[in-house]
C-alpha cells in the first residue's frame, strides 16, 4: 500500500513540477546584426483596449517588453497568429491570420473594435484596411490592392499551379473579398 501511495505521489508531483503554466504566447524576433538566427520569446500577450495592435507587447517574469513591427516577425497569442507585414513606405504593422497552408493570407483591420463611424468611418476603413498575401515559399506578403484588376493581376501567379483557382481570379467574377474562401479552397487542395 505505500509502495502505491509513494508512485501516485510521484506521479502526482512530476505533473505539478512539469505542467505548469507553460506559455504558449510567443513574438519571434527578426534576426539582427546580418544573422539568420531568430529569436522567439514566450510570455503573455497583452492586447490594447482600443483593439489597435502598434506594438507587440508580452509579459516575461512580470516585465513587460515592447516591439514595433518592424522588429518582429509575428506573434501568436492563444490561437490566433500575427505577421508583421509591410504596409507602405513607412514601415511595417501588425495583420491577423485568416488562412494558414501552403498560402498564407492575413488581414490588416484599421476597424478592429467595429467602430461604425457612419459612411464616411467605412469608407476610410474600408480605403486603409487590407489583406496580405503569400506562399509558404516567400520570404515576404504581398500587399493585395482594393481595385479588382490590380489584384487580379498582382496575385494570379500565385494560383498559377491550381489551374481552376487561378482561371477563378481571373474571371470577372472575382472579388478582392472572397480572398478567405479562395484561399481556404487552395490550400485544402494541395
Known amino acids: 500500500m505505500r ?9 502526482f508531483n512530476s505533473l505539478i513540477l512539469f505542467g505548469q503554466d507553460i506559455k504558449k504566447d510567443y513574438v519571434i524576433l527578426r534576426p539582427q546584426n546580418n544573422s539568420s538566427k531568430t529569436d522567439t520569446i514566450f510570455g503573455e500577450i497583452i492586447f490594447p483596449k482600443n483593439g489597435i495592435i502598434t506594438k507587440a507587447k508580452i509579459i516575461v517574469n512580470n516585465e513587460k517588453m515592447k516591439y514595433a513591427p518592424n522588429k518582429v ?11 508583421s507585414v509591410p504596409y507602405n513606405s513607412h514601415g511595417n504593422v501588425f495583420a491577423e491570420r485568416v488562412a494558414n497552408g501552403k ?16 459612411l464616411a468611418g467605412a469608407t476610410a476603413t474600408s480605403l486603409t484596411s487590407y489583406y496580405f498575401i503569400k506562399l509558404d515559399t ?9 481595385s479588382r484588376e490590380k489584384a487580379r493581376d498582382e ?6 499551379d491550381n489551374e481552376r483557382i487561378y ?20 490550400n485544402d487542395k494541395k
Not at 3 to 11: A, D, E, R, S
Not at 103 to 118: I, R
Not at 138 to 146: C, D, G, I
Not at 155 to 160: D, E, N, Q, T
Open 103 to 118: 498560402m498564407n493570407l492575413c488581414y490588416y483591420d484599421t476597424n478592429p473594435n467595429g467602430y461604425n463611424g457612419g
Open 73 to 83: 516577425i509575428g506573434f501568436k497569442s492563444g490561437e490566433r497568429y500575427f505577421a
Open 167 to 186: 482561371n477563378q481570379i481571373l474571371s470577372e467574377d472575382f472579388r478582392v473579398w472572397k480572398l478567405p474562401d479562395i484561399v481556404k479552397e487552395y
Open 3 to 11: 509502495k502505491h501511495f509513494l508512485i501516485l505521489l510521484l506521479i
Open 155 to 160: 496575385i494570379s501567379i500565385l494560383f498559377k
Open 138 to 146: 516567400m520570404e515576404n506578403y504581398l500587399r493585395v490592392p482594393h
